[in-house]
């Protein structure tokens, strides 16, 4: 690591996709000290290395390298002297096990966190300034670019900022294809794909209508190609399949989902990231309808199995994964159920995916687990933190949001705090009336789990008014009947609220 001036750090990142520096206690100790002190912070990449991160960029990608970094660990970077080593280690923590470099420490894990971040950060601004000063010069950008760098900037952060510039870049690659007139192409059907998924996760009502006609304009374009046993259509039908489950259509969910692990098995795309994931819905929609559990735990663990295979351990993916295991095992297992989460927390740490729509929907998760075992001090920490992540990355116009409100005013009124349970209950009711409002025209599977979840809401608030806590003690009594409600809420990713124990 290279200093001009004092409070300017320069890191030279060379191979860029094996950078030397990230294994060197030095060299990660000067950057954590740089994120620390607030110092200006740039990556530096040699002429060669920066063209084969820009092929990168316009080829294959860049979340196997993005999961590079989350590597980073000071506990396991080499240093000449082993003195210098354990006196760095013993500066960040104390207590840490310096023979030891899988030994737990929470400093060592906060402080690569921190560095794996700014990394991340460094190298989606390369990515988009690159791409910004081209289209600014007129000169032809290969589409997959767009899509990648989106792609790095909703995995950096996903504020409304972030969010906003990702749609910016799908759009600039929309109308650089319109103009060159390659709208018939294989890669411009992989960018429609790619922005419909986007818009669908964070658009509001008029960008998912808009979503759901891109997804269906790149699904005619890939039969128009012939290109229907490629891995990019495996993942097209998996996405698909979340969007029959929002509609309802639960039968055309798994139907879909069982052709999109097909189409994948048959382009000998195993290997890639859409695989687990597909295997993973799979999972989750057997366990809400009840399969036997032998099977839901085989899927489980052959998505773990895959993601492991292809190196993905570091992934939001995995991430996602561990979560919903959790979930699964936590009426059978508690224990295990906590190893999971805890697994799940350091994976989205470790990747720098902490702030996103995910890691607030795994917070949900834990707080809901916790109030299922009836630690409610424990459910209501990890509700607030979850409260407080959507309010910082400005995820509070949502169902998800909603629900997530509403679960924290149980839990809040279970712990007898019955004047913040009202407030936040309030706040839940006004999310979920202005949601309805927004979609009064949309079709009523649209508005069906919005509707559902205000009642519930609204049924709350009048408990609480009541001081009536029993129905609060009870959560496995109704079982049998909330599971009919399960049946019509669909176990699509997203269209139930996260952290359920929907099992």
């Not at 470099?101 to 990394?119: D, F, G, H, T």
């Not at 159920?337 to 990747?351: N, T």
């Not at 009536?468 to 699509?492: F, I, T, Y």
Request: hydrophobic share 40%; net charge positive.
């Amino acid at each position: 690591v290279g200093k001009a001036p004092p409070s300017h750090i320069l890191s030279l990142m060379a191979p860029w996709d094996c950078p030397v520096n990230t294994t060197r206690i030095w060299c990660v100790f000067e950057k954590h000290m740089a994120v620390v002190k607030n110092h200006k912070f740039d990556v530096i990449l040699p002429e060669e290395e920066d063209a084969k991160f820009q092929h990168a960029l316009e080829t294959s990608g860049m979340q196997p390298i993005w999961e590079l970094f989350s590597k980073v660990d000071i506990q396991s970077a080499q240093a000449t002297s082993e003195i210098d080593r354990q006196n760095i280690l013993h500066l960040v923590d104390p207590e840490v096990d310096v023979q030891d470099p899988k030994a737990y420490s929470k400093k060592c894990s906060k402080l690569n966190a921190e560095v794996v971040s700014r990394l991340q950060s460094m190298f989606a601004m390369l990515a988009v300034d690159n791409i910004n000063k081209r289209v600014a010069k007129k000169k032809h950008v290969p589409l997959p670019a767009f899509a990648h760098a989106a792609w790095l900037l909703e995995s950096l952060r996903a504020d409304k900022q972030n969010i906003e510039y990702a749609k910016q870049l799908y759009a600039k690659g929309m109308a650089q294809s319109e103009k060159e007139g390659t709208t018939n192409t294989f890669d411009h059907a992989r960018l429609l794909m790619k922005y419909a998924a986007h818009l669908s996760r964070n658009g509001m009502v008029e960008g998912q209508i808009l979503g759901k006609q891109y997804l269906a304009q790149a699904d005619a374009l890939f039969q128009k190609l012939n290109a229907t046993v490629t891995a990019e259509y495996g993942e097209l039908l998996k996405d698909r399949a979340n969007a029959l489950a929002v509609a309802g259509d639960y039968d055309g969910q798994l139907e879909t989902m069982l052709e999109s692990r097909r189409v994948l098995i048959e382009a000998g795309a195993r290997h890639t990231r859409a695989y687990p994931n597909v295997i993973k819905s799979l999972a989750r929609y057997y366990g809400y309808r009840k399969y036997p559990r032998h099977e839901v735990h085989a899927l489980f663990d052959e998505a773990r199995d895959c993601w492991i295979a292809i190196g993905g351990e570091y992934s939001v993916g995995y991430g996602m994964l561990l979560k919903e295991m959790a979930v699964f095992v936590s009426g059978e297992d508690t224990n295990r159920a906590k190893e999971l989460f805890q697994e799940a927390q350091r994976v989205y740490i470790a990747a720098g995916c902490n702030q996103t729509s995910d890691y607030i929907a795994l917070l949900k998760s834990i707080g809901n687990f916790h109030w299922e075992a009836k630690d409610y001090p424990e459910a209501k920490r990890y509700q607030l933190k979850a409260k407080h992540s959507a309010e910082k990355l400005h995820f509070t116009h949502s169902m998800q949001h909603g629900v997530l409100l509403k679960e924290l005013a149980r839990t809040l009124a279970t712990l007898g705090e019955k004047e913040e349970a009202t407030q936040v209950l309030a706040e839940s009711s006004q999310i979920l009336d202005r949601l309805l409002e927004e979609r009064k025209d949309a079709p009523p599977a649209d508005r069906g789990a919005i509707f559902r979840h205000l009642q519930k809401t609204k049924s709350l608030q009048l408990q609480v008014q009541a001081d009536d806590l029993a129905v609060h003690k009870q959560p496995r009594q109704n079982r049998s009947s909330r599971g009919k409600g399960r049946k019509q809420e669909g176990g699509a990713e997203g269209s139930n609220p996260q952290g359920r124990r929907p099992w």
